[in-house]
């Protein structure tokens, strides 16, 4: 069932050393069990799949993983070592990147100044710290040529970008600076047939520079067309992790809607969902 | 460059090429840029005669629009950060009563009344600014208040001091300060003496100036001005700090995502206006030599009028230093203009609400097109 797929897969090494591994990732919020027990590594180079219906805990894991919660219990070890999050900061200086789905861009801005922006480049005219627009504008042009955008100029205002081009602008720019985890929420989930296709064929240029993908969705379909492992969250429990390869795409959305009722749907809607 | 580099790169077939005039269209000074034409046109052709153009009322307009430009440059980075200040108008009043209280009332050396004049001014627009951001109220609200509280204060405590409402004798006690003439003094008046001599501008004919030229200076306020403004046009457009202004008002979420201290930026543009503010203050007080209760009425409105004119968006995120100075020199020209026309002035708030309105529609017609919506 994999024969369909336009990219290059990497065949998983299971010898090679994740960057970020998560055991027994426990969160609770007051009375509320929102994690119970995930178990989640990253690969350089791989693209992995969260998948998981609405309310199974995917949002909670992420925010976990990028700082912005602090697990009840559970260890994560990033590049062999142990690690605490102390805020999403931490996060992102130990090379997490986070792009979320809407709020990544600023659409009045230009995407120079969108690209840089929080990491603006200066240089020092007589002793004053100045924004170096020239390098801005230059490293932009380049780093959306290799995604294959092409701008009418780098002052071009981001909200003249189709929703995809938006992902991706965002996309390069957290490879541009360093990214060695690119955690990607829902990033298809509003976006056209041509769009999400060009997003996840930068998904794929992005996992050839050997940076770990996670990718959250609910499209089984999506993650199929570039996922290399599969995660299945529900209801707060990871339900095991497929290579590609092992898994039908019938078997996975059984798994994400928690096995039962789909099956009986599945009848009747003709294997549409 | 690099865009020569690739020249097959194959242009979007759907996205239409974008004219030179679109282009100039999405800049945000270009209200300000056709308004300040506009004006001058208009009152080249129909009051040249009337000594407006002379150098008294040329002295006179600038003065005026130079008064506007310190507000509107503080209101400008503020609005695009993505907040108003409806108390600058207060401030104004209430920084004045300050330095009066502080100087006269109390004695203390003028330079140090202007001094914690400003430390507590802008310790009052921090104050806004951090209860906007904590509470995350609108700051049309919060400043609102403060609009209230301070005028309140501005009448209050000269009533409970001085039993009046007005403290005079500011010029007295500024006599040989060394700070007063930064906010009241004029410079260049060497070269208008030899101007005046020179007879390129008129020199008075009678009376104890008789030879002296009629504008003996240029007004410290005018100076003002054009520091704040190149200030914040080059922090604005030339810096890291002005990104994080854009960033701030044009989504505070996505910029907080991207590590844009937010906060810290919003509180320092309240500072910033405060200061605006005060400057103002400084320098009306030093030139009437009094201050009063009711001083600054109505600035912040004026304020937020000369941004808007000078393209800057509501909604924040968007506009331009240099548009709000064009939009406050069209505000100072008309209001002037008017009188030396010899028009009745009440018509001026109606032209006032007509362009006010003219220049909210365009912005909104400028982001569209910027931002491709329909």
Redesign the interface.
């Given at each position: 069932m994999t024969t369909d797929s336009k990219f290059h897969h990497v065949d998983p090494k299971a010898d090679v050393q994740p960057i970020i591994e998560m055991r027994n990732i426990e969160k609770h919020f007051g009375r509320v069990i929102a994690l119970a027990g995930v178990s989640f590594d990253v690969r350089p180079g791989e693209c992995h799949c969260l998948l998981g219906d609405n309310g199974a805990g995917k949002s909670t894991f992420i925010k976990t993983m990028s700082g912005v919660h602090q697990p009840t219990s559970g260890e994560i070890f990033f590049e062999g070592k142990p690690l605490h999050f102390d805020d999403p900061r931490d996060a992102i200086t130990a090379g997490i990147a986070t792009v979320h789905q809407h709020l990544a861009m600023i659409p009045l801005m230009s995407v120079s100044r969108n690209f840089f922006m929080g990491n603006e480049p200066t240089h020092k005219v007589a002793g004053i710290s100045f924004l170096d627009k020239k390098k801005a504008d230059e490293v932009t042009m380049e780093e959306m040529r290799k995604m294959g955008i092409n701008l009418r100029g780098p002052d071009q205002a981001v909200g003249t970008l189709s929703g995809g081009e938006r992902q991706t602008v965002a996309i390069a720019r957290a490879v541009y600076f360093g990214a060695k985890i690119l955690i990607l929420d829902e990033p298809t989930s509003a976006l056209g047939v041509r769009q999400t296709s060009n997003v996840l064929a930068t998904i794929d240029r992005v996992r050839k520079q050997g940076i770990g993908v996670v990718f959250i969705s609910h499209n089984v379909r999506h993650a199929l067309a570039v996922g290399d492992r599969f995660t299945v969250l529900n209801r707060g429990k990871t339900l095991g992790t497929a290579t590609r390869g092992e898994i039908t795409p019938e078997e996975l959305q059984d798994l994400m809607a928690g096995g039962q009722e789909l099956a009986q749907l599945e009848g009747s809607l003709g294997g549409t969902v | 460059?690099?865009?020569a580099a690739?020249p097959t790169?194959?242009?979007?077939e759907r996205?239409k090429e974008?004219s030179a005039f679109r282009n100039a269209l999405?800049r945000p000074e270009l209200g300000g840029i056709v308004g300040t034409v506009a004006v001058f046109t208009f009152f080249l052709l129909f009051a040249f005669d009337s000594g407006m153009f002379s150098s008294q009322g040329f002295m006179n307009w600038s003065v005026v629009s130079a008064q506007f430009m310190i507000i509107a440059v503080g209101a400008c980075l503020l609005m695009i950060a993505g907040e108003f200040d409806l108390s600058v108008g207060s401030m104004i009043g209430f920084a004045g009563m300050m330095i009066a209280i502080f100087s006269v009332t109390y004695g203390w050396p003028v330079w140090i009344a202007i001094m914690a004049t400003f430390v507590l001014c802008t310790a009052i627009g921090a104050f806004n600014g951090w209860i906007v951001v904590r509470t995350g109220l609108p700051s049309f609200i919060v400043t609102l208040a403060f609009l209230f509280i301070l005028r309140g204060f501005t009448i209050f405590l000269p009533q409970v001091i001085e039993r009046k409402t007005i403290i005079g004798g500011i010029i007295d006690v500024s006599e040989g300060d060394w700070l007063a003439p930064v906010f009241g003094g004029k410079i260049l008046g060497g070269l208008f003496t030899w101007l005046g001599e020179a007879g390129i501008i008129s020199t008075f004919e009678r009376g104890t100036k008789a030879g002296q030229p009629v504008v003996d200076g240029i007004p410290m306020l005018i100076v003002w001005a054009i520091v704040l403004i190149i200030f914040g046009h080059v922090l604005l457009t030339?810096?890291?700090f002005?990104?994080?202004i854009?960033?701030a008002g044009?989504?505070a979420?996505?910029?907080r995502?991207?590590?844009?201290p937010v906060n810290r930026v919003k509180i320092l543009m309240f500072m910033f206006t405060a200061f605006c503010a005060t400057v103002f203050a400084v320098c009306q007080v030093m030139e009437f030599g009094s201050a009063g209760a009711d001083r600054g009425l109505l600035k912040e409105f004026e304020a937020i009028i000369a941004v808007v004119i000078g393209g800057a968006?509501l909604t924040g995120?968007?506009g331009s230093v240099l548009g709000a100075a064009l939009g406050a020199l069209i505000f100072g020209v008309v209001q002037q203009g008017l009188f030396f026309a010899g028009v009745e002035s009440s018509l001026f708030r109606v032209f006032l609400g007509v362009i006010l309105l003219g220049a909210v529609i365009l912005n909104t017609y400028i982001?569209r097109i910027?931002?491709?919506?329909r």
């Open positions: - | 460059m690099a865009n690739q790169a194959k242009s979007d996205v974008i999405i030339k810096t890291k002005g990104n994080w854009f960033a044009g989504d979420e996505a910029a995502n991207s590590g844009v968006l995120g968007y982001r910027i931002t491709g919506e």
